[in-house]
């Protein structure tokens, strides 16, 4: 055995060694009088902290014929408040050494700034103060509508994978708001105005609609009084209650194709109708993440091992599946096929060993093997700075306990063949699908075209 297996050996031991009701990150939480929810992850490594805020607001609570307004106004809170120029924001971070972003999903929005632990206060007092002091004008609304639009063409319209990927979920979601891509649509995001932003920000951007997550070199005694200097003394909002449509029964399975000159290589993708660890048939959702990683979860996976290695007929397969959603999710498999490889034949191999994991179930070894890398990933995620802000700030946002995250190597732990056999049949069934083909125009250049990732459009968080 080498160092390296035995390594990984002994950290996936210590991660199935982990008694019941293990804590995975160990935060330490508290809420402030106004409602804001505080999470601290103490990562003593290095003198860093990661401090986030997180709106439980995304693009699926949008009005309708509204799309892409939570995401234009990530952009806008950049501009400025009474005590702070517009674009000093992130000048000021920068000046003191840290970074700054955002983004923004179907069902949260989120602001962070990675900045030296002795600078917390700084970055904590200049977020509280765009929460509720955000200054707008005519101006600077159609400056970054602008932007908006012109990232939309950058990356979606002069990219074939996002433009498949948008028609696919549009497809896949027939009443869920879901639906809707998260940059927007383009003549909606044109026709947004200044009182729409306005009007977004005073209902959902407020203390009681947040959370905020510091990790790094802290704990809970210092976080605790800034929290309550910065944040504490921000008025609550009366936001409004947020809901998810259920998707009514799929009869039928859809099929989009997308031939685009710039495509190298053709591209094969599916997407399955998933519950949700919040949504549907939520038991589901722990096994769907062991059967992910089955069918498509590395070099060992059964599509990998099907495709690539023993048939030598497509160059990458993989899988993924994330419950974290307050409404319905999707199953994703996409495989990139060797060249010459018609993906006719391919699709067919595809459907047969899906069929074959639907009806018959995964073996226990497979299942145990899969439980076993899932389990090891979350001892190397304790080792990450962002990893657990990343990890509590999608899941609070969405509905989901800090007892939850904690509790998820036990979840995996527990799942049983039967339960991802359920899983599988449930949820791989054709009526449920969208079919996705991404293949090259013959009559483009071949100077213009470019690989593409089968996956690579599905991207959970905008930024």
């Known amino acids: 055995m080498t160092i390296l297996r035995l390594c990984v050996l002994v950290v996936v031991m210590l991660a199935l060694a982990v008694p019941a009701q293990a804590r995975l990150f160990d935060p330490e939480t508290f809420a402030l009088a106004n409602g804001m929810q505080v999470v601290v992850i103490p990562n003593h490594r290095v003198p860093i902290v990661s401090h986030m805020v997180w709106y439980k607001v995304g693009a699926a609570d949008e009005e309708p014929g509204k799309s892409g307004l939570a995401h234009l106004l990530e952009h806008l809170m950049f501009k400025g408040t009474p005590t702070m120029a517009p674009g000093e924001f992130s000048k000021l971070v920068a000046r003191n050494g840290g970074r700054d972003n955002a983004f923004t999903s179907s069902d949260y929005t989120g602001y962070y700034q990675n900045v030296a632990a002795d600078k917390l206060e700084l970055v904590m007092r200049i977020e509280a103060d765009r929460m509720r002091n ?147 048939d939520k038991e589901l959702a722990t096994p769907l993440e062991v059967l992910a990683e089955i069918v498509g979860g590395g070099s060992t996976s059964l599509l990998f091992r099907s495709l690539v290695v023993d048939k030598g007929l497509a160059a990458s397969a993989s899988a993924s ?52 890398r899932l389990i090891a990933s979350a001892a190397y995620s304790r080792d990450s700075l962002h990893t657990g802000a990343q990890t509590f700030g999608q899941a609070l946002a969405v509905g989901q306990s800090v007892a939850e995250v ?54 959970r968080d905008l930024h």
């Open 406 to 459: 904690e509790s998820w190597p036990d979840q995996v732990a527990a799942v049983t063949p039967q339960q991802v056999s359920r899983a599988a049949a449930k949820v791989l069934d054709a009526r449920g699908s969208v079919t996705g083909l991404l293949l090259p125009d013959p009559k483009a250049p071949a100077g213009s075209r470019a690989p593409v990732s089968p996956l690579a459009g599905f991207k």
């Open 134 to 280: 955000l200054v707008l004008d005519e101006a600077n609304f159609r400056t970054e509508q602008a932007v908006v639009l012109e990232e939309r063409r950058s990356r979606v319209e002069n990219s074939p994978a996002a433009l498949l990927a948008e028609q696919m979920e549009a497809a896949l979601y027939l009443n869920s708001p879901y639906h809707r891509p998260v940059i927007g649509w383009e003549k909606e995001i044109a026709a947004l105005t200044l009182d729409d932003a306005l009007a977004f920000y005073r209902r959902w951007y407020a203390p009681n609609n947040a959370i905020l997550i510091v990790a790094g070199d802290v704990d809970a005694a210092t976080v605790r009084p800034l929290a309550e200097k910065y944040y504490g003394v921000l008025d609550r909002a009366e936001t409004p209650a947020r809901g998810r449509t259920e998707e009514p029964p799929t009869r039928a399975a859809r099929r989009v194709t997308l031939t685009d000159g710039r495509v190298a290589e053709p591209g094969w993708t599916r997407l399955y109708l998933a519950p949700s660890a919040l949504s549907g």
């Open 321 to 372: 599946y994330d419950p974290t959603a307050m409404g319905p999710t999707a199953f994703r498999i996409g495989v990139t096929p060797r060249p010459g490889v018609p993906l006719d034949k391919l699709e067919a191999l595809i459907d047969h060993d899906l069929a074959r994991i639907a009806k018959d179930g995964p073996s226990a070894e497979d299942v145990e093997r899969a439980k076993t």
